[in-house]
């Protein structure tokens, strides 16, 4: 088996997004170098950005294709080198169906919670983005290990966003535009949480105001495919 995934109409436009996603994530400042990782639902595997290629070099053609039940000692691993983080987003778009898109960056404000351990509260109504009423903090595992991708998959139960102890963020959604959306929302959340903890301890939305705002975004389509608004 090869890196290049079965032909597909829509590949060429997927693998286009996926670099644009990479190179957005930077320009946004949600990531920087090589640090961070985008991947697709395409066909019966994914396309994933590649090992040790920052976004200002990436290209379509590096872009490559795992096959969802890719296991550790496949050759595909070995001929064209994916992301080191691929067993993460294998096992997200294996767990949620209804999930195509995973964006994984290493902003500063968000990572710098995850140092902490910390979930970002319900200081916000915007943490509802997320799909609850926080988003969570999944514990501290080696980067790319097996470890670290249970930990996130259980983190991301009902969410499209988590924090990933002492290394940054995951978020998912049914397009990549709206991954990277929430991605970036995230970071806006935490920024709030830590400027607002400099005059004391934040309050926090009751779980009933966040039920109440969930129920708000499901129907103004927050949890759809597209409008990166709330209102």
């Known amino acids: 088996m090869t890196g290049a995934s079965p032909l597909r109409p829509d590949e060429a436009a997927l693998r286009e997004a996926i670099v644009h996603t990479a190179r957005e994530m930077e320009r946004l400042g949600i990531n920087q170098g090589t640090s961070g990782n985008v991947s697709a639902r395409c066909a019966d595997g994914l396309l994933i950005t590649p090992s040790g290629v920052p976004a200002t070099a990436l290209h ?27 067993r993460m987003h294998r096992d997200i778009l294996r767990a949620r169906p209804e999930l195509n898109a995973v ?15 910390r979930d970002i509260p319900a200081h916000h109504y915007m943490v509802a983005v997320a799909g609850g009423n926080s988003i969570r903090c999944a514990p501290y595992a080696t980067f790319g290990s097996q470890a670290l991708s249970d930990y996130a998959v259980a983190a991301l139960q009902e969410r499209y966003a988590c924090l990933l102890a002492h290394h940054g963020v995951i978020a ?12 970036n929302e995230v970071e806006v959340l935490a920024k709030q949480y830590l400027l607002a903890s400099q005059l004391g301890t934040p309050p926090l939305l009751s779980d009933d105001e ?22």
Do not use: C, Q
């Not at 039920?211 to 209102?231: C, D, I, P, W």
């Open 172 to 183: 998912a959604s049914a397009t990549l535009s709206r991954a990277l959306w929430i991605a």
């Open 210 to 231: 966040m039920a109440e705002v969930l129920e708000k975004f499901r129907n103004y389509g927050m949890r759809g495919t597209s409008g990166n608004g709330a209102h």
């Open 103 to 117: 964006v994984h960056t290493h902003s500063v404000a968000a990572t710098a919670m995850a140092i902490h351990s």
């Open 60 to 86: 379509e053609d590096a872009i490559v294709w795992l096959p969802l039940d890719v296991a550790a000692d496949a050759p595909v691993l070995s001929e064209r080198k994916p992301s080191s983080e691929w």
